[in-house]
Each structure stands twice: as C-alpha cells, then as structure tokens.
C-alpha cells in the first residue's frame, strides 16, 4: 500500500508538471565571426566562435546546425521537393538539379570544438548533427568553435550570386546557424523552401572582401572611418590603401546576421522622425535611380506607421538592400528586388519593413506557425499602404478575403497548422500563409471590435517582443483585452479547414408591426452574426447576435445597435423578431461590413420584392 501510494503520488506531480509548465524561457546564442570572401570564384571561409547558453530545463547531449547553402545542389531536398511538387516555384523549378558545379552552393564545417574539445559531427544536407562530449546542463554555458567554407550559389531562392538585376552578393542563410531548441525541442529542419526558426542572440561579424564592394549588412557599422560609401561622417578621411577592406559589424538582439554586396551601390540614408537611421543601397542604374529616391520618404511613413500601430522600433538602424530574388526579411534589413513600379517599390518595403516586427521582434516559428508571420505582416502592410498612399479603401484587405475565399472553395485547402514544407501545393501554401492569415487578424476586429483589435496588438508587441510567442500567446493576449472567449476562433480557423456560411433562409410577416426572420447556419465555423435591416426611410438598425461559447458581447459600433439572444453553435437555425412590417423594410443583410470571412455571400442578402422590382426599374 504504501508503494501504492507513493508512485500515485510521483504520477499527480508529473501530471501537475505538464499542466503548468507555463513558464517561459528560451535559448541564448552569442556569435563572433571573422569571413573572407573571394569574389573571383565567389568562395569564402571563416572562423566561428559560438557561446551557447542553455536556459532550458533539460539537459542537452547534441546539437544541431543549419547548413542552408548546401540546399543548392542537385537531388537535394529543396532539389528534389522543387522537381516533384505539382506546382514548383518558379525561381526554382529545375535550375538546381542543372547548376554547373561552380554554381552550386555548399557549406562545410571542420575543426569544431566544445570547451576545447574536439567532437564527432555529421553531415546530412543543410543539417549538421554533433554529438556533444560534455551534456550541457539546465543554466550552463559552452563555447563552440569551428572553421568552415562555402560557395555562393548563383542566385536561385533568396541567397545568390549575379542576381537577376545584377547584384553579386546576396548574403542571407550563409553561416553555420545553430538551430533552435525550446518547449517541442529541436528544430533542425531541413532547408527545403521555406521560411525559418532562430536563436535569440548578438553578432559580432566581420567581413573581408575587395574594396570595391560596398556593403549592407544586419548590425552597426563599428569602423565607419575605414569604409567609406556614405558611411563615413562628414569631414572624414578614408583611407582606401590595398585591395581588401574588413567590414566590421555588431547586431545585438537578433535572430539572424544577413548582408548584400556589390561595387556599384548607390548607399543614400536618411534620419528618420523616431531617430532610426534609414540605409538604401541599390544598383547604380538610371532607370530605377528615381523611384529609389522617392521611396526614401516613404520608407520613413512606413516605420513610423509601424511604431505608431505595433510599437516602437527598437534598433538604431534599418538598412533596405537591393538584392534576393523578390523580398525577404532579416534582421535590421531586408533584401529586395529593385527593378520596379514605384508602387510596388513602396509595396514590397512595406511588407518586408512590417517584418521588422512580425518575425524579427515577434519571432514565431515559421515553419509551424507561418500565417503568423505572413499574416500579420500583410494584414497591417496592407492598412499601412492604404494610408501612406492614399488609397483609403474602406477595407485594404479585401485581396485577402478574396484570395482566402477562393482557396476556400477550391478542395485543395489544408489546415493552417500544416507543417509549412507539408502543404501538397505551393499555392495553398501562399494563400494560406499570406491571404488567411491576414484575414485572421483582420476578422478578429469584426469578433472583438476595431478598438481591442488595436490593443490586442500593442499589448501582444509589449509582452512578445524579443521572444517566440504562439498562437495561443497571441489569442490569450485578445481574451485579456476584450474578455471574450476565443479559443474556439483559434482552433476552428487555424486547425481546421471548416468554412463560414451563414444565410438568410426565410423572411415572413408575423404580426402587424412584426417581421419574422429566420437564419441559417450552412459552414461549420461558428461566428456571431451582424445582421443590418435597412427600412425604406434609409435608416439602418445592427441586430448583433452573440455568439454563445465566446461568453461575451462587442460594443455597440452605430448609434442604432441592438443586441439579441445568443446563438449557441449546434443550432443550425435562429429566429429574430424585427419589431417592424415587411413592408417597411427595404434590405436585410449579414455582415454588411463584409469583414465576415463568410465563402458565400450569395446568401447574406435579402431584398422583398417591390425594393428588388423598383431597383430593376431604375437599372
């Protein structure tokens, strides 16, 4: 009995472990890195000194790094997954199974130590797996040391060589990176496409490379007066004896140490209003020379934007490179294609610089969670170019709802919690990504109200910022905002592929001064519904339905806003009494805001017969 007792007793305190296991930590990494590039062959080695600390409860016996480069080589993952999907990226398709193999890609480790000891490690693709001589404990530190080498791919995904527009360096996912481990565990994914998962840490880099190059890179400059290009004070001597310069940069709080190169950036930088200095660096050619001038100004509405509607920017510095093969965001910079419409010049800063914010500072896990990043970053890319150029639509998301509406729709939908290498097309990869998960925030201001939407995300950045948040840290943040209940919005929009349709099924004259309207519930994704009945004076009235499992009801948002009886999800109908005629009514719709992500809105309206008559007349 009493042994009885006693391992019941280890079994109540592991399960009240795993219950509350709530507090947050996460790893900590300090790189210091010396590189010397050769940009005859495009060849480069380095040096690599990595203080690791483990801030984890478990004790960690090996490691793994990330060797993106060697993702560029025939028949490997990103090779073959890019020559099997039904619809390969067109930047990739089949050019990395046909690179020559002074085009290819490779990063190769040696010389790799622990505290001074030398470890076994193996190769496999872009992963790098070590078996550690020494367990790192919960709360200690190690120093890892290690030499590697590596060859610039020609540009194929994102890192490259002689890109389209012809920049010769661009410089993202280049060194040996210490993946990251936190509450799941490892993540060493392998590179296959996608986007990433860092380690919080600082950077200390420098870069050796000929002194006709300029570069821009994550971090702070720390020898200005030895490099010149725009970085140099006012009144500075530069001194550009020899054939190498050593660029030296310093990038604290980071995820990630990303730079561009080439002998013929334009380097213009501006101070913007908050006091971020603002770098561009892009391609002396005078056919985009203007719309890279213009962009300077917007570049600063957008940071500012961005301060003003998630929070302040917290570096000193944010650097906008021509280079990539599209956009993508890194730390403190971001690589962009320069070769366009101002329009989209401007666009695709927007996106990138929102970045800033929604990965670089609100750090998910992308490859698990990448509607988070894309999402939010085009819902508030999306309210931000709205404004700064002037288009004041009165929804600047209705792209998304239109792209969400057709993956909807299209039977090849999969739930956004698909691992983001998973997704059987490219396509539903995007529009989840990018289009749902937009919709997602911008939805949530129909469930909740505008006003909590806004302090939803100013308190998600201020409890967030610098760590890796969740979606169920990002939904707790909107519960405590608006006291509603929301799990159910989180489970049934990110893990599920259920639909939104709710319909207008009868409208009937029930008394004298009394409609009767009956809806119906079609999709399976519950919502509280709006429902606008418009009479024929021209004067609307909101009848808001609550929804019964978020335990809570919005605000009124117009002056005539009634609130009704709630609606509890396994009723798929619901009555409400209009306390007026049917005569008198001239239009009954839900959601006429259209912030609804309802997949078909043929149902949503109802017009009687005379309105429908009349407007058929003045048609």
């Not at 480069?69 to 999907?85: C, L, V, Y």
């Not at 490690?121 to 290690?146: H, M, N, Q, R, Y």
Request: glycine share 6%.
């Amino acid at each position: 009995m009493r042994t009885l007792i006693y391992s019941l007793s280890l079994l109540v305190t592991a399960i009240a472990f795993g219950q509350n296991n709530t507090k947050y930590w996460q790893q900590h990494v300090d790189y210091t890195m010396e590189v010397d590039m050769n940009v005859e062959n495009y060849q480069y080695n380095g040096t690599q000194e990595l203080e690791y600390t483990n801030n984890s409860p478990d004790t960690l016996n090996r490691v793994f790094y990330h060797l993106f480069f060697n993702a560029f080589q025939p028949n490997s993952e990103m090779d073959i997954r890019s020559r099997t999907i039904q619809d390969p990226d067109r930047r990739v398709g089949d050019r990395i199974a046909n690179l020559s193999e002074e085009n290819q890609g490779y990063l190769h480790i040696s010389n790799l130590t622990q505290n001074g000891n030398e470890l076994s490690f193996e190769e496999v693709g872009t992963v790098l797996e070590v078996e550690l001589e020494e367990p790192i404990l919960p709360g200690e530190k190690a120093i890892f040391k290690l030499d590697f080498e590596g060859q610039v791919p020609e540009q194929v995904r994102r890192s490259g060589k002689n890109s389209a527009e012809g920049v010769a360096l661009s410089m993202s996912q280049w060194y040996p990176k210490m993946a990251e481990y936190d509450f799941q565990g490892w993540h060493a994914d392998p590179y296959i496409g996608r986007e990433f998962h860092g380690v919080w840490g600082n950077y200390d880099v420098k870069l050796t490379l000929d002194s006709d190059y300029i570069i821009g890179a994550s971090g702070y400059l720390q020898n200005p007066e030895e490099i010149g290009y725009g970085y140099e004070e006012k009144g500075t001597e530069v001194n550009r004896s020899g054939d190498m310069l050593t660029w030296h940069f310093v990038a604290p709080k980071v995820h990630d140490f990303t730079w561009g190169a080439d002998p013929e950036y334009i380097h213009d930088k501006i101070t913007a209003e908050d006091g971020t200095v603002l770098h561009f660096l892009y391609k002396d050619n005078e056919e985009i020379k203007q719309n890279w001038k213009d962009l300077q100004p917007k570049a600063e509405e957008l940071l500012l934007f961005f301060n003003k509607n998630i929070g302040p920017y917290p570096w000193d510095q944010y650097s906008i490179v021509q280079g990539g093969d599209g956009g993508m965001e890194y730390a403190m910079l971001t690589l962009i294609t320069g070769e366009r419409s101002f329009e989209s010049l401007v666009g695709v800063t927007a996106h990138e610089m929102a970045h800033a914010w929604f990965q670089h500072l609100l750090a998910t896990n992308e490859s698990k969670h990448e509607w988070m990043d894309e999402g939010f970053t085009t819902y508030i890319s999306g309210k931000a170019m709205n404004q700064i150029m002037q288009t004041n639509a009165n929804n600047p998301h209705t792209g998304s709802y239109q792209t969400y509406f057709q993956l909807a729709n299209s039977g090849v939908e999969e739930p956004q919690t698909t691992h983001a290498d998973r997704y059987n097309l490219n396509a539903a990869y995007g529009a989840s990504a990018y289009s749902k998960g937009a919709v997602f925030v911008a939805q949530l201001a129909y469930v909740i109200g505008q006003e909590n939407l806004q302090r939803t995300l100013h308190r998600y950045y201020e409890e967030w910022k610098f760590k890796h948040p969740t979606p169920n840290d990002f939904i707790r943040i909107a519960e405590k905002v608006s006291g509603a209940e929301l799990d159910w919005y989180l489970t049934d929009w990110t893990q599920t592929t259920n639909k939104i349709d709710y319909a207008i099924d009868s409208v009937e004259e029930s008394g004298e001064n009394e409609t009767t309207l009956t809806l119906e519930r079609i999709g399976n994704m519950p919502m509280p519904v709006e429902v606008s009945v418009t009479d024929v004076e021209g004067e609307t009235t909101i009848h808001y339905i609550p929804l019964q499992m978020m335990r809570w009801e919005k605000e009124a948002e117009t002056a005539n806003w009634k609130v009704e009886n709630d609606w509890a999800w396994a009723y798929p109908t619901y009555e409400l009494k209009l306390d007026i005629p049917l005569d008198k009514i001239d239009m009954i719709e839900i959601d006429d805001t259209q912030l609804m992500a309802d997949t078909d809105r043929n149902n949503n309206i109802f017009i009687p017969e005379d309105s429908a008559a009349e407007e058929e007349e003045e048609k």
